[in-house]
């Protein structure tokens, strides 16, 4: 939970107060006081002394430092570089205002992705710049021959494929896999040739993202063998109303609210975070989607007013971070963009931001309505004063970053801009609250990225996000469930057998196999400020290394004699052999393998880790995966 302070890290007056004082002030306010006076007490101080910087237009969109990316796109792709050459033309793209040389950057990328065989992406830019209709007769003609000759490939490619695909469709045996892409191929009826008039190509190549079969009445992103439930102790949590097998789905589910980290900018969508050659720029910042649809859907929740922002260039060291962000785009699909602020403001539960309802367990759960929102866990009454300090700190260049776009309606002059008005401070109220349920309920979504080699692969974060039902799950260090990433989605399935009543669990970032139990106590006591029970603190489970190893020293829940040991070594050698082809039978043979583990040896025992880790290794191919060796696109 730990908050980077902004102010405290500058060069303060000789007037202003100092950090230490201000840290002091809050250690004398009640918890509810630093949440209604904290954003207040920082904002006037530092306005009052200009510590904030100046805020200037920036000029993002520069036609002049657009056509020098494509120039150089141009030198580097004719040079055979095109790892080099693809990034230029992104930047390129990035900077460029929305008018003809926009399209003529987009129409150079087509034909940079057609020479690598990426068709589908080609085709999608091509018909991108037809549509516009913005650049000259002669390069939309260019264009058409380029979008007949993108076709012709794509016809020969499916003509090929098309028998192999119905023998692959045939030969899948999980499930999960084969319904999801029946059912893609039934719902998009694609024929086996591509229209010229074709404009709405789907261009992601992956298989979609998995649905629930058991839908759940109360929780649309869950399935309906699970429920919310309450007690003394935990409050609320989730629990099993069936018996779940391994590897059933229990969540799949879109963020109330993501933010791609911004070193990923140039090669993910920002909205839905795909990894994408065919990105389209914002036309006022330099935000990048993945396509118009995307666009669109960030414009409409929250990217209208802080687009606003982005087009402030900040010269000084200040910047919005992501939890930042995460908090802002809270705020304003909480609020509907502001319209429902001075509703909220009159509410007798709602106008107090330290105010808390709960949970309705009779109706719909619906994630984007205020209640829910309002009803965040934040954990105000466990967070010091220096915490309370740093987010104060951030919540007020929030609310200061509103000021200066107008945010309020009102102009803003010198006289004003010390003294906030009630509106100003409810606002900074809920910015400083929705820090606080930010930093205790997102989630990192994570990106396979194969090095080609299981000692070389590694998990890439590609951003963070909040899941309204995900966040409902209690931590263990032995969890039950594995958690994977479609895009922006999260997936959560069981990794063993779970009974009916059983909680279900996720897990915080650190596990009994790789952190001892006093590192990971003291994690969770200071982020997640609780003391954590799970069996393994209990009962102290070792680490990796030091778990039983061989089936002969571990613990039976049967007898011994009514085991057959030989069956087992044979079940062994089969799971390592068949995990290193990464296919469908791969996996459902883990599930089975898991189940009976679970069922007939008692945790911890070195088999059981490896079996969930060969679980989360082979699921995270069917998620968020980035090959290195095949992607070289991206290789920059």
Excluded at 266 to 285: D, G, Q
Excluded at 383 to 401: D, K, P, Q, R, Y
Excluded at 532 to 560: M, S
Excluded at 575 to 583: E, F, I, V
Aim: charged share 25%.
């Amino acid at each position: 939970m730990a908050s980077t302070s902004y102010v405290s890290s500058l060069e303060s007056s000789p007037e202003h107060r100092s950090y230490y004082e201000s840290v002091l002030y809050f250690s004398t306010l009640t918890p509810v006081n630093r949440m209604l006076k904290g954003v207040s007490y920082v904002y006037s101080d530092v306005i009052q002394h200009h510590i904030y910087p100046t805020f200037t237009e920036d000029i993002i969109k520069n036609t002049r430092q657009a056509i020098y990316y494509r120039t150089r796109f141009n030198k580097l792709r004719v040079g055979g570089k095109p790892v080099k050459a693809m990034k230029n033309i992104l930047l390129s793209i990035n900077v460029c205002p929305d008018n003809s040389h926009l399209d003529i950057a987009i129409g150079n990328r087509s034909v940079l992705l057609y020479t690598l065989n990426d068709y589908i992406s080609a085709l999608v830019d091509v018909n991108r710049v037809l549509k516009n209709k913005r650049c000259s007769k002669h390069f939309l003609l260019q264009m058409e021959k380029q979008k007949s000759k993108i076709v012709t490939k794509l016809n020969q490619q499916l003509q090929q494929n098309a028998i192999l695909k119905k023998r692959q469709y045939k030969t899948l045996t999980d499930p999960d896999t084969y319904n999801a892409v029946m059912y893609r191929i039934k719902q998009n009826k694609r024929k086996l040739k591509y229209s010229d008039d074709d404009v709405n190509v789907n261009f992601d190549r992956r298989i979609p993202v998995p649905f629930i079969y058991y839908e759940n009445n109360f929780l649309p992103n869950a399935s309906a063998k699970i429920k919310i439930s309450k007690n003394q102790i935990k409050n609320r949590y989730i629990e099993a109303k069936e018996n779940v097998d391994t590897g059933e789905i229990l969540i799949v589910e879109k963020p109330l609210v993501s933010a791609l980290y911004s070193e990923h900018s140039i090669t993910h969508c920002s909205n839905c975070f795909v990894r994408c050659t065919s990105l389209i720029p914002c036309s006022e910042c330099s935000t990048m989607y993945c396509s118009e649809a995307c666009y669109d859907e960030a414009r409409s929740r929250y990217h209208n007013t802080e687009c606003r922002i982005f087009q402030f260039k900040k010269t000084h060291k200040l910047s919005i971070t992501n939890l930042q962000l995460m908090a802002l785009r809270l705020f304003l699909i909480g609020t509907e963009d502001g319209t429902l602020l001075k509703h909220l403001m009159s509410d007798k539960v709602y106008g107090n931001p330290c105010s808390n309802k709960d949970f309705n367990f009779e109706s719909v759960y619906v994630p984007e309505d205020y209640f829910n929102i309002h009803n965040l866990e934040d954990h105000y009454e466990n967070v010091n004063a220096e915490e309370w300090h740093n987010f104060s700190e951030e919540a007020a260049f929030l609310l200061f970053c509103l000021k200066k776009i107008s945010f309020f309606n009102v102009l803003q002059t010198e006289k004003d801009a010390v003294t906030l008005t009630r509106l100003e401070e409810y606002v900074g109220s809920l910015l400083l609250k929705f820090l606080l349920c930010v930093s205790v309920n997102s989630h990192e979504v994570i990106e396979f990225m194969d090095l080609r080699g299981n000692n070389n692969s590694k998990e890439l974060p590609i951003g963070s996000a909040v899941y309204p039902t995900l966040r409902f799950a209690s931590h263990s260090c032995c969890q039950n469930t594995v958690r994977y990433f479609h895009r922006n989605y999260v997936v959560v399935r069981a990794s063993r057998p779970i009974s009916v009543g059983e909680e279900i669990f996720d897990n915080y970032g650190h596990s009994y196999v790789n952190s001892t139990l006093k590192l990971r106590q003291k994690y969770l006591e200071e982020t997640y400020f609780f003391k954590c029970q799970c069996i393994a603190c209990i009962e102290k489970w070792p680490l990796l290394e030091d778990l039983p190893f061989n089936f002969a020293e571990a613990v039976c829940l049967k007898p011994r004699e009514e085991i057959n040991m030989g069956q087992i070594k044979e079940w062994s050698e089969m799971y390592r052999k068949m995990t290193l082809a990464y296919s469908d039978q791969a996996i459902c043979f883990c599930y089975t393998y898991a189940s009976f583990l679970y069922k007939t040896f008692k945790k911890p025992f070195r088999e059981h880790t490896a079996v969930d880790f060969t679980i989360q290794l082979l699921l995270s191919y069917r998620g968020n995966y980035y090959d290195y060796q095949t992607d070289v696109l991206f290789n920059f």
